[in-house]
């Protein structure tokens, strides 16, 4: 008997101290999840504070030059190009120079590269010769600028042509990247595709881009001319490609 009493005066003293190491568990564990919520409001802060200063350069209004890459249209019959104009308008922004040019390699790289090194211009979008025909140039008379390429907008714009035209959009190549601290988007001639790339990526984000690609870079010496432009984001001038 007195065996017997022994043990089940040990089994409710192991239960007292178990209950009580239990509760003392809890109440640990309690602290924990304060410390956790704790922690994820200074997680909260930080997010927010780099947020808020990852912004900071945003550009409200972008003034944009528009370059029709086509053979066979005309300023006067480009559909494409009109829609640029009026979107950018329409959307506070500004349209201060607008050309054509034929499809060919040289003439895309130059123009390209001129409208990016003027100091009146902030961005650059060009409109054809981005498919896979013969005289389809844009994208490799453009990368030889680029001293940044932005995968993301081709990735993204033929994600939501597939949408539209699906898997035909293999046959797009609209590229973009920073020439001369400039951003530089390569559209389709379509308007279809000009109106996706539009309003879908290039104007939802081209102020955050403008002020990132030319945070830290000087308007350029004094008594250039507006065609000399702005000095390369790291400094250097772009080479004119070959």
Not at 97 to 123: C, F, H, I, N, W
Not at 200 to 210: A, F, M
């Amino acid at each position: 008997m007195s065996d017997a009493r022994d043990h089940d005066e040990e089994s409710d003293h192991h239960g007292e101290d178990h209950h009580g190491e239990d509760h003392h568990d809890e109440d640990h564990h309690g602290e924990d999840h304060h410390d956790e919520d704790h922690h994820g409001e200074d997680h909260h802060d930080e997010d927010h504070h780099h947020s808020h200063d990852h912004h900071g350069h945003d550009v409200d209004s972008v003034a944009f030059g528009v370059v029709t890459v086509s053979s066979s249209r005309s300023l006067d019959d480009d559909p494409s190009g009109e829609y640029l104009v009026s979107a950018f308008e329409e959307a506070g922004h500004e349209v201060v120079v607008r050309e054509l040019v034929p499809d060919e390699y040289d003439s895309v790289q130059g123009t390209v590269d001129r409208l990016a090194r003027r100091k009146d211009t902030d961005a650059v979008v060009t409109t054809g010769g981005t498919g896979v025909t013969p005289d389809d140039a844009t994208p490799e008379a453009v990368k030889g600028l680029f001293a940044k390429t932005l995968p993301g907008f081709g990735e993204l714009f033929r994600r939501l042509s597939y949408e539209e035209v699906g898997t035909r959009t293999i046959g797009s190549r609209a590229v973009a990247g920073i020439v001369s601290a400039t951003p530089v988007f390569c559209l389709p001639g379509s308007e279809n595709a000009v109106r996706l790339g539009v309003d879908e990526v290039i104007l939802p984000e081209v102020g955050h881009l403008v002020g990132l690609a030319g945070r830290g870079v000087d308007d350029g010496e004094e008594g250039e001319s507006e065609d000399d432009g702005k000095a390369d984001a790291d400094g250097a001038e772009s080479d004119d490609g070959e």
